[in-house]
């Protein structure tokens, strides 16, 4: 049911700058706000990025989030090992009338 | 701090019902919004629905004919019902807590697998 589309996979080496995309369309992310989520398989996943670009308390300000027009972007600047996990974004859809997520990118420290 | 733990049986056989319990710890479910997603192997997250404490639920247009979420307060929990599964119901089955119906989730629990197999 993804209609979020992200690269499968992105990585970078420690301290690197890595940028993950999620494509849309105008029903999800040009009308409706996005998130991003950190997940590490075989743990719960964790909020990341709330209403486009703010940043949870505890959250560390390596991580930021954009939007513009129907697409979105997560960031992470000065890439640690630790950041190794999968990322998803999501919205909400008004033609779908359900929440989405994206595809999920995974991201690799080289 | 908030924690939700998923609890249910790990295998279900095809035509039967799927049945998992979110229990919360923490915080009350007589407020937020408690929610279902899941994510089949190998494959993305999918959202299942939502529950308010008053008994108002939001499910997934593509589950809704077979999906029920209810609530039990004084347990401080809520479950899932999920009729006539299949094979692609296999899935890690989470819940999760939207704190203002902001279609987000700012605590998840770590996941069940449950399996469909005869």
């Known amino acids: 049911q993804s209609v979020l589309t992200q690269p499968p996979s992105a990585s970078a080496t420690p301290g690197q700058r890595v940028t993950i995309s999620c494509s849309g369309s105008?029903?999800?992310?040009?009308?409706?706000?996005v998130y991003w989520y950190q997940h590490v398989p075989g743990t719960a996943p964790k909020l990341l990025i709330y209403?486009?670009?703010q940043r949870p308390s505890g959250v560390p300000d390596r991580f930021s989030g954009s939007k513009s027009g129907t697409s979105a972007s997560l960031a992470i600047s000065g890439l640690r090992s630790e950041d190794e996990a999968d990322y998803y974004c999501?919205?909400?859809?008004?033609?779908?009338?359900?929440?989405?997520f994206g595809t999920g990118t995974k991201v690799t420290v080289l | 701090q908030v924690q939700l733990q998923e609890s249910g049986p790990g295998l279900v056989k095809p035509s039967e019902t799927l049945s998992l319990t979110c229990t919360v710890s923490?915080?009350?479910?007589?407020?937020?919004?408690w929610n279902w997603i899941r994510q089949p192997p190998g494959k993305g997250l999918e959202w299942i629905g939502y529950?308010?404490?008053?008994?108002?639920?939001n499910y997934n247009p593509s589950l809704k004919s077979r999906v029920s979420i209810s609530s039990d307060t004084s347990k401080n929990q809520f479950s899932l019902r999920l009729s006539s599964v299949t094979a692609a119901d296999t899935a890690v089955y989470y819940c999760?807590?939207?704190?203002?119906?902001?279609?987000?989730?700012?605590?998840w629990g770590p996941g069940t697998l449950v399996t469909v197999s005869s």
């Open positions: 999501e919205a909400w859809d008004d033609s779908l009338s359900a929440l989405i």
């Open positions: 209403r486009n670009y």
């Open positions: 923490g915080a009350s479910t007589s407020s937020s919004y």
């Open positions: 999760a807590r939207d704190p203002i119906r902001g279609y987000y989730f700012d605590y």
């Open positions: 529950i308010y404490y008053t008994g108002v639920t």
């Open positions: 105008s029903s999800n992310i040009e009308s409706n706000y």
